[in-house]
């Protein structure tokens, strides 16, 4: 360490060129080697113009604390553009040499600039960070200002992350707000590729929104594996009152998993557009005629007695080619729309993916009803029986017509059961009647 007074050095400034009088100097390797001055007085004593900067190939000691300049370089890797408030370092090449380079965070007109693109010519000065001796690596340029990178041409993120729920609202005529833009979506994959010469799947998100994704004619190296996280770039679109992503790009990120479909016992809307359910009730069809299994796509409707659902079969499900039994069935699948005009605010119906979708009924308990009521419902650990009649026995039957409780309480406990939909046959001394009931989980 040397100490001097009385000296006078000429030193690089942003905008001017400094005198210093009267100076305690210290240097030190400050841990890398880099010659540093520590000063007790400054004084200012004029100004003179900055001097050219010096076109250099490499980095090295004769580079420290000068004013260099080096051309035709382009960034390395974007993802080392951090804009770590605390500064951070990137490395540029000239297709030859490899450049590091500190952005300061003093440096505020470049702190928080996406990265710069394609080629550009680099001023500043240069410094070095080398913890260990022997001191002969670690040279760095640090830009001034973001004049110093020329042209500074910021990248521009033509496809910026969004969420499914916001790219899914609509005005009052149930057109997408978002139609036309470009962004990235984030979603797992559920069901699978209704067009083998494109794309049509849907993916849904871990809020359960959900959108359809549809290409004509490519599969962006995809194959569609339901329960695949993936992130697809592309535009939203928006076809009979569906809203869909046209992808650009589609990228694997991890295997993800299947959540419970979400029960609906309504008629279908908005809400249910691209999204997971399963009907509450067990349905009939209202022609069991339209039900063609030939392996073409045909659409059936299912009612609960009250509200009717509109099924649509498509050819690419195993579905198409299932011969109806003529049995009362229960459903679930995935949410679509198919409204021709606006505003769009009908055409939902539910489509199955799997046959194990659709679930036929095969023991049809039908009984003279009389009057029971059944709380809760749903109902996670017990149910109720609320009749003024003389109970003789309780049996709770699953959608494939199997017994799987019987009891002759009021109270029915109900744990053991899985998650569900449950048909209750109530006997009475004076007749017997039948109760769907939803079992939640414990």
């Known amino acids: 360490m040397v100490s001097v007074s009385s000296l006078v050095l ?3 400034d942003t ?17 890398a080697d880099y010659a540093q001055i520590y000063t007790d007085t400054l004084i200012l004593n004029g100004n003179e113009a900055i001097q050219s900067p010096t076109m250099v190939l490499n980095l090295d000691e004769a580079t420290e604390s000068q004013l260099v300049r080096i051309e035709n370089v382009s960034l390395i890797d974007a993802d080392q553009w951090t804009n770590n408030p605390f500064g951070f370092n990137v490395t540029l090449t000239n297709g030859t040499t490899e450049f590091d380079v500190r952005i300061d965070n003093d440096v505020t007109d470049i702190i928080g600039q996406n990265y710069p693109t394609g080629t550009f010519t680099i001023t500043g000065i240069g410094g070095q960070f080398d913890q260990n001796a022997p001191f002969d690596e670690g040279y760095q340029l640090l830009p ?11 990248f521009v993120n033509s496809y910026p ?23 990235t979506l984030e979603g797992t994959v559920y069901g699978i590729n209704l067009r083998p010469s494109g794309l049509q799947f849907t993916i849904i998100d871990e809020n359960g929104d959900g959108i359809a994704v549809f290409a004509g004619s490519e599969n962006f190296d995809y194959t569609v594996n339901e329960g695949d996280e993936i992130q697809i770039k592309g535009t939203i679109d928006q076809f009979n009152g569906l809203t869909e992503i ?9 295997t993800g998993s299947i959540q419970s479909p979400t029960l609906i016992s309504s008629e279908l809307t908005e809400n249910e557009e691209s999204a997971y359910i399963e009907i509450a009730e067990i349905l009939t069809l209202v022609d069991p005629s339209a039900w063609s299994g030939d392996g073409t796509t045909f659409s059936v409707v299912g009612t609960d007695g009250s509200i009717e659902y509109e099924i649509l ?7 198409s080619t299932l011969i109806f039994p003529g ?8 949410g679509s729309q198919r409204d021709l005009e606006a505003p769009f605010d009908e055409g939902y119906r539910i489509v199955p993916n799997f046959e194990t979708d659709v679930q036929f009924v095969l023991n049809t308990l039908v009984f003279e009803d009389i009057e029971v009521s059944i709380y809760p419902n749903p109902a996670s650990s017990y149910i109720t029986i609320d009749t003024e009649e003389q109970l003789e026995s309780v049996e709770i039957w699953n959608n494939l017509g199997q017994k799987v409780l019987s009891s002759v309480s009021s109270k029915v406990y109900i744990d053991g059961l ?25």
């Open 15 to 31: 905008q001017l060129r400094r005198v210093i009088w009267s100076l305690y100097l210290e240097m030190s390797d400050n841990s």
């Open 418 to 442: 899985e998650s569900g939909i449950y048909q209750l046959k109530v006997t009475t001394d004076r007749g017997q009647s039948v109760k769907s009931f939803i079992k939640l989980g414990n």
């Open 327 to 334: 049995l009362p069935l229960t459903i679930r699948g995935i």
């Open 246 to 254: 046209i992808p650009d790009s589609i990228f694997f990120l991890q």
């Open 10 to 12: 000429r030193i690089m």
């Open 313 to 319: 079969i498509d050819n690419d499900t195993e579905l």
């Open 161 to 183: 992350p969004r969420t499914i729920g916001d790219v899914k609202n609509n005005d009052s005529e149930g057109v997408a707000l978002a139609e036309g833009d470009q962004c």
């Open 144 to 154: 001034r200002y973001i004049e110093d990178i020329d042209p500074f041409v910021p």
